[in-house]
């Protein structure tokens, strides 16, 4: 059992869940490959946000089901694994492993149990305050970084598994975080993304304990590092001192994304969000009084059980008074285990669905107004790759925004991984478009 294939579903921090897990079993002498077909090990790192999140592993499996006669072993990670636990022995009898998030570190041992004859081996303890570090971390990108600082999550929105599929809060220390990040830089990355459920909680457990706002100031003044974000902030815990740190140093990128789920206080009650509309609306207000342009992106979730058109009309009018740069909208999906599963007043998933497209044509017509802004400016793009199709590189702006531009005068030199100062000429809903400025190429 020694070739191993591995698919992820689900959020950053579960893309970088696999990127330790990958690193951890090649240190530990097994092979990576590229598909399932020719790997004894066929590894699914799962997401359980929505039901149909969760299907799509259960699709996989049932696609492969019949490779389990021929010697292969199947295994279920991540949130999934932690929310069905041994029920997925049932729905997948192929399944011999089962491990959520909170017992990665054990993965090696319940690997070598299988190896040697057991049938089926669980991983599922929550009962941790152990975070999953390991010096094997195999990353995918070679200029950004994910850095997990906090796993878990202490909050219990209405609808959400991941207090139930992460376990509770854990924090690692602030010099473990600044170690890795040097590391990192010396090897040669230069943009960083701290990640965390509700990064804002973070709280160092040595004797420091240093918040998030000190450990954010602290990673930015990490010599040779060009970009940190950091994902995702809960508004309950965003403090003004975060966007002072961002407003002071350039390195700390223009952007945050604070979701919101609803613009209706009645609504944000029931889901448990622990913030009013107007505590929302003044932690915008402090973002949008830096100094620095601080772009915002936010989620919200449509059709939340008692959600009526009112409520919603509030949704559309907090976009109006945000004006977000982008935003992620999802139809309310009720999940196991979560309070507002058993709430009355379950809006119809027809009435859903209109709303949800409402809230996205509505959001378009703010991105359309608020990129077009932008001709004209120049910004700085990290140069992601090269799309061949259309004859342009492929960047980021510090605020997050998809830039891709043409290279007049290339010498045919790959920019990847490269800074470059572009101006913008073009703009659509969801990205801009523009030329590079030569001889300033970094
Ligand atoms: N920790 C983050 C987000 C975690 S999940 C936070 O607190 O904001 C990412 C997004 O999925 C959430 O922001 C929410 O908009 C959406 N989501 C979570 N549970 C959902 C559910 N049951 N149905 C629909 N969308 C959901
Ligand atoms: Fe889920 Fe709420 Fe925790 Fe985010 S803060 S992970 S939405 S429980
Ligand atoms: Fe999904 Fe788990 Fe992330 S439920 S969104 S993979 S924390």
Not at 160 to 181: H, K, N, Q, W, Y
Not at 196 to 217: K, M
Not at 228 to 233: A, E, I, N, P
Request: glycine share 8%; aromatic share 8%.
């Amino acid at each position: 059992m020694k070739k191993f294939y591995i698919e992820t579903f689900g959020c950053q921090m579960n893309a970088h869940d696999s990127e330790k897990v990958v690193g951890t079993l090649l240190a530990k002498g097994y092979d990576l490959v590229s598909a399932p077909e020719s790997a004894d090990l066929v590894l699914y790192n799962t997401c359980s946000i929505r039901d149909k999140a969760e299907q799509k592993v259960f699709n996989r499996l049932q696609q492969f089901k019949r490779e389990a006669g021929k010697g292969k072993v199947f295994g279920v990670l991540g949130c999934v694994a932690q929310q069905e636990g041994e029920r997925i022995f049932e729905r997948a009898p192929h399944v011999s492993l089962v491990c959520g998030s909170a017992s990665y570190t054990r993965l090696p041992e319940l690997l070598v149990r299988l190896e040697s004859g057991e049938r089926r081996v669980t991983g599922l303890s929550l009962d941790t305050d152990e975070t999953f570090e390991t010096p094997y971390t195999r990353r995918d990108n070679p200029h950004r970084a994910y850095i997990t600082i906090i796993e878990g999550c202490n909050k219990s929105c209405a609808y959400c598994v991941v207090p139930f599929t992460r376990g509770p809060e854990r924090s690692r220390t602030i010099t473990g975080i600044l170690d890795e990040a040097r590391q990192l830089v010396a090897a040669g990355y230069t943009e960083i993304q701290l990640l965390g459920q509700n990064v804002n909680s973070y709280r160092d457990p040595s004797a420091e304990g240093a918040d998030f706002a000190t450990l954010l100031r602290r990673v930015g003044e990490i010599s040779g590092l060009r970009r940190v974000r950091f994902t995702t902030s809960h508004p309950r815990d965003f403090v003004k001192p975060i966007v002072d740190a961002i407003d002071e140093n350039p390195v700390l990128c223009n952007h945050v994304h604070l979701p919101v789920q609803s613009g209706s206080s009645k609504v944000l009650e029931r889901m448990g969000r622990l913030y009013t509309r107007d505590e929302y609306m003044q932690r915008v207000g402090w973002i949008k009084s830096a100094r620095r342009p601080i772009a915002i992106s936010t989620d919200i979730i449509v059709g939340f059980p008692g959600e009526t058109g009112r409520d919603f009309d509030d949704t559309l009018s907090l976009l109006d008074e945000v004006e977000y740069d982008s935003m992620f909208s999802f139809k309310y999906s009720p999940r196991p285990n979560t309070p507002a599963t058993g709430m009355a007043d379950a809006v119809e998933e027809e009435e859903k669905s209109r709303r949800l497209t409402v809230l996205q044509e509505r959001q378009r017509g703010i991105q359309i107004r608020r990129n077009a802004d932008r001709v004209g400016l120049t910004e700085e793009a990290l140069v992601e790759g090269f799309n061949r199709a259309t004859g342009q590189w492929i960047g980021r702006t510090t605020q997050n925004q998809p830039l891709n531009f043409i290279e007049r005068s290339g010498n045919g030199e790959s920019l990847t991984g490269r800074y470059v100062p572009v101006r913008v000429t073009r703009a659509g809903p969801n990205s801009l478009a523009g030329e590079a400025i030569e001889g300033h190429i970094h």
